[in-house]
């Protein structure tokens, strides 16, 4: 099993860029398809992209398709999430998650991302 923690976040101005990393333990990291979600205040989880384990398929949110990247490196066992074109509504926390058959079942400590208007 690995463990996720996440960083990169941070305050920025709409229109700005962040990019997200995700730092996984453990030797088995490229078995994992990897996600990245966000919850802002009030709101459920959603669902922000996710990339297979050979970085093959990346599937991405209606909402940041187009501004956002995800990506891997398996040498390193780090997963990214390059944010572009920011929005207020992006302030969320964001968290990275391992995917082990049907289900995210492991989950770093969250990252927190702030864009102001």
């Known amino acids: 099993q690995v463990q996720l923690v996440e960083s990169g976040g941070g305050l920025v101005q709409a229109g700005g860029s962040l990019r997200l990393s995700c730092a996984a333990s453990?030797?088995?990291?490229?078995?994992?398809?990897m996600g990245w979600f966000r919850q802002a205040p009030g709101k459920e989880r959603e669902f922000v992209a996710s990339?297979?384990?050979?970085?093959?398929?990346?599937f991405y949110g209606d909402s940041v398709k187009g501004r956002f990247t995800v990506s891997r490196d398996n040498a390193k066992n780090m997963v990214y999430l390059q944010m572009n074109s920011l929005k207020p509504d992006d302030t969320a926390v964001y968290y990275c998650?391992?995917?082990?058959?049907?289900?995210?079942?492991?989950w770093g400590q969250g990252t927190q991302v702030t864009v102001s208007a």
């Open positions: 453990g030797r088995t990291f490229s078995s994992y398809t």
């Open positions: 990339i297979s384990r050979g970085a093959s398929t990346r």
């Open positions: 998650a391992a995917r082990s058959g049907a289900t995210y079942n492991t």
